[in-house]
């Protein structure tokens, strides 16, 4: 193949048109595909977050209503000792 000539010189930017095409492609390719795993490893952290969020608010209701339980329990003391406290004088 003479490269000198125009039919082989068309030939030659031919193939390394080809071959950049080719090798873009790829690389985009490739991109696209680490984009999306990128994504599916976002998706999937913040899936464990909610989760976490979601374990943390219900053990957070369940402590508020225990607290509320014992302020009830402490009204109801208090009341109970300002009636004897009251009977006495």
Do not use: C, F, N
Request: aromatic share 2%.
């Amino acid at each position: 193949m003479d490269v000198t000539t125009w039919p082989g010189a068309i030939l030659v930017l031919g193939v390394l048109l080809m071959a950049t095409t080719l090798i873009g492609g790829s690389m985009s390719v490739h991109l696209e595909i680490r984009k999306a795993k990128l994504q599916a490893m976002q998706r999937e952290d913040l899936r464990q977050l909610v989760q976490r969020y979601e374990k943390l608010a219900e053990s957070t209701v369940d402590a508020q209503q225990r607290a509320a339980a014992d302020v009830a329990e402490l009204r109801s003391r208090t009341v109970s000792i300002e009636q004897i406290l009251r009977t006495v004088e």
